[in-house]
């Protein structure tokens, strides 16, 4: 016998997708950070884009939590699956992680005594993620992997680094001795990014991925956008991807920035009296303002009458 579907049952079928899409999203705002530490001298940024797919959450994560005065817990991970239930396992490993880590300072075995505690509610998660601890005190990051995409450091000299560690997914861990946690110095660093697979694979191509990040991450502009996380997102991002991305970013540059509507001609002059004024107490005797300032007007003037609207100028 033939099922039939009438217009009714679309339309309750409809209504209770709407419905567990709204609790997902829901959800997904609750377990991703609203807010991320703060790191003295080092600016943070990131960005979340969800898989083009119906339920769109799954269970990639990113977040920076502070331990203490000086040392900020970094990670970034992926669960396995989509929808729901990868967003609750998601939730739980992310909070485990930020707990152990205010007791235990090992990061090899922060992702270990997570998994065990994730693993007694959900015996078939698996999971991988990136772990590392950054202390302000002398610039330096302690960090394990657990199967994740290794993050990419820019350094000051301009060569790209893998922050490399071996290590199991979570829920495959205690099948194999114990990883170790390594160390990396950041004090000549640039910018230090985390991501998760998805960023890579969305052109269906890991190594063509792999060099396209590799490529936003040596870009000038980079260094001097507001929010690095979101560049590398747009650069990389052709087209939605079929998995979630999340990308997590620290930028070391200090730059000073002046942010206004380019029509807005009260701002503009306003901004352009700061800049000048910055620059006489920053640059070196010797230094043409005038010519700077003319260089400022210009190229404010022209972003206003070729392409109108937010303007965004940072110095460093």
Known sequence: ??????????????????LQRRLVRALQEAT??????????????AVYRPAASEVQVGGDWYDAFELDEHRR???????????????????????????????????????????????????DAIATCFCGIYDTRDATI????????????????GSLEELE?????????????????????LDDALLLAFYTDGLIEARRDVFAGE??????????????????????ERFCMRRRSADDVAVLVLNF??????????????????ARREFVAFLENAAADGCDLKATELIFGELTANVARHAAGALEIAFG
């Open 211 to 232: 060099r396209l990040l590799r490529r936003a991450l040596t870009t000038e502009a980079i260094l001097y956008v507001d929010n690095p996380a979101e560049f590398i």
């Open 142 to 157: 302690v960090y394990a992997n657990a199967g994740h995409p290794y993050p990419l450091l820019r350094r000051r000299n």
């Open 253 to 270: 540059v200090h730059c000073r920035r002046w942010k206004f509507d380019s029509k807005n001609w009260y701002a503009a002059r306003l």
């Open 1 to 18: 016998m033939r099922r039939v579907r009438t217009a009714s049952s679309i339309r309750v079928g409809s209504h209770a997708g709407d």
């Open 73 to 123: 817990l970094f990670s970034v991970g992926d669960v396995t699956g989509h929808g729901l239930q990868a967003s609750v396992i998601m939730g739980k490993l992310r909070h485990a992680i930020n707990v152990i880590a205010t007791y235990e300072s090992d990061p090899a075995r922060i992702l270990d005594a997570a998994e065990s505690i994730v693993l007694r509610r959900y015996p």
């Open 165 to 185: 560690a071996d290590g199991l997914p979570i829920g495959l861990r205690s099948s194999a001795l114990s990883s170790r946690a390594m160390t990396k110095h």
């Open 32 to 45: 991703l950070p609203n807010r991320l530490a703060t790191v003295e001298g080092v600016s943070l940024s």
